[in-house]
């Protein structure tokens, strides 16, 4: 029997434990980006955030869980990936980051090396970011380290301690800079391999009352992205492999320049091929559409396309650049847009699916 490909898209959402919190559906490009739901998972609280290991099959998702002390504190679920069904069956849990007394510690975001032998957390409320080893099976380790911020930016709601985001490993793996929402900085880390500790490598300081959350490199490796979400701006950067130093380009808005309402941005990605940058706007709830410069990191805008639901927190371009996938936390869906290759533009499919408050959607391939 011939291998082929089939694509399956994980959420995470808001949930309590006793709900299905994790969905994995499958993604059909030949039929036009259609949804079919395969699998749920319960027992875990706020899954908000997951990682995909295709190589490995495995799934990472980040829960909340009662400290017994009146606070809360993060912990994350390693998952196998069943690839002809879609089902996760669960391998191991690992607290990350305890919290004391009535502290919380609970985390927003996940990623992981591509060696496979780190996942790396953010604590947006507790202000620091956890490093986790993983072991040869892909099952979650120990806490190894953690990276404290500390300080205030402008914002006295939104920016009155740190607030860190997003972590996003370098195209090498060498760097991972971590968008401070809270400081208005990206600040920069390596890891020591061989002890399991964090290196403080440097920071990028952004303009004042920014905001900065999530984070991409070009496919090239030599620019990067920024969305803003206090104030809803994206901000481009050209990169330097060899040092990891981020230089400033240019900052836009992520709205029109009549837009009247509250606004914060969410995600932010780019094409696969690089072409072209898109974010995501919750208030006028729309994704932005920016040509891009890879040269000099320059965005033109293009367009903007509403997202069909309220608060779009999250969304993904899938692996063959075809479509991109939005996440509506408020309308209780995922929305299927086609991408046109060719001018970036986005175009309704049609194809929706129901999920509960839905975070975080992303795309995996795997050869049966």
Not at 242 to 271: H, K
Request: hydrophobic share 35%; proline share 5%.
């Amino acid at each position: 029997m011939n291998k082929h490909a089939k694509m399956l898209l994980f959420t995470g959402s808001y949930s309590d434990k006793a709900d299905d919190g994790i969905q994995v559906f499958e993604f059909n490009e030949e039929a036009g980006g259609t949804l079919s739901l395969l699998h749920k998972v319960k027992g875990l609280t706020n899954p908000t955030f997951v990682e995909v290991d295709p190589v490995r099959l495995r799934l990472y998702a980040i829960g909340e869980k009662p400290n017994g002390e009146g606070g809360k504190e993060g912990e994350v679920a390693a998952y196998a990936i069943h690839p002809e069904s879609g089902e996760l069956s669960e391998l191991n849990r690992t607290a990350t980051m305890p919290a004391g007394g009535k502290g919380q510690t609970t985390t927003c975001h996940i990623s992981r090396d591509a060696e496979s032998q780190y996942l790396v957390v953010c604590s947006y409320h507790g202000g620091s970011v956890g490093l986790l080893s993983l072991d040869e099976d892909g099952k979650t380790g120990r806490l190894c380290d953690v990276a404290v911020h500390t300080g205030h930016g402008t914002d006295p709601v939104r920016q009155d301690r740190p607030h860190p985001h997003s972590a996003i490993f370098s195209p090498d793996g060498r760097f991972i800079f971590v968008p401070d929402l809270g400081l208005d900085v990206i600040r920069s880390y390596s890891i020591d391999r061989l002890n399991g500790k964090w290196v403080y490598q440097g920071e990028t300081v952004l303009h004042s009352g920014a905001g900065p959350r999530h984070f991409t490199f070009h496919p090239d490796g030599r620019s990067a992205y920024v969305i803003n979400e206090v104030d809803s701006t994206i901000t481009s950067f050209t990169y330097d492999p060899e040092t990891g130093l981020l230089n400033t380009i240019m900052t836009v808005s992520t709205l029109p320049e009549d837009f009247i309402g509250d606004n914060i941005c969410a995600e932010i990605t780019l094409s696969v091929d690089g072409r072209f940058v898109y974010g995501s706007n919750r208030g006028m709830d729309s994704i932005v559409v920016y040509a891009v410069d890879p040269a000099t990191a320059k965005l033109t805008f293009i367009e903007h396309v509403s997202t069909r639901g309220g608060h779009p927190r999250h969304f993904t371009v899938t692996p063959d650049g075809g479509y991109l996938i939005v996440a509506n936390r408020d309308a209780d869906n995922l929305v299927v847009f086609s991408l046109d290759r060719d001018t970036g533009r986005l175009a309704f499919t049609g194809n929706t699916a129901e999920v509960s408050k839905p975070v975080c959607v992303k795309p995996a391939l795997f050869n049966l």
